[in-house]
């Protein structure tokens, strides 16, 4: 019998990847590195909702010019842009509900 091999080191401190497998792709995944769970979060995004987020965010375009190049309305540009802010903040609460606890000594945070 072939004994099953898991994607990631069996450690007590990644029970949150049973748990919430849709939050990390592969093993590389760092729920304390923001940087990681914010290109997370963009990812997730669906195509169009991601291409105005980044050309506003990225590329600092302003919502005429964006409207333009995608060939929608100021209206619509301003809809997905809502709606991406929204998914984000949702996408790293989920993330920060999530993750385990952070093992650091009071030395790293005096003001704990």
């Known amino acids: ?3 099953l091999r898991l994607p990631w080191p069996s450690v007590v401190s990644q029970w ?3 748990r919430h497998p849709s939050l990390w792709r592969g093993r590389t995944f760092d729920p304390h590195n923001s940087q990681q769970v914010m290109s ?3 990812l997730r995004l669906r195509q169009e909702t991601r291409d105005v987020f980044l050309l506003n965010h990225i590329k600092a375009l302003d919502y005429a010019l ?3 190049h995608l060939g929608l309305s100021v209206a619509d540009v ?3 842009l809502a709606e991406a802010l929204f998914e ?3 996408t790293v609460d989920l993330i920060e509900r999530a993750r385990p606890q952070s093992k650091l000594s009071r030395a790293e945070h005096p003001n704990v």
């Open 40 to 42: 997370y979060a963009v």
């Open 88 to 90: 984000i903040s949702r």
């Open 16 to 18: 949150w990847r049973w």
């Open 66 to 68: 964006i409207a333009r």
């Open 1 to 3: 019998m072939a004994r």
């Open 78 to 80: 301003q809809a997905r």
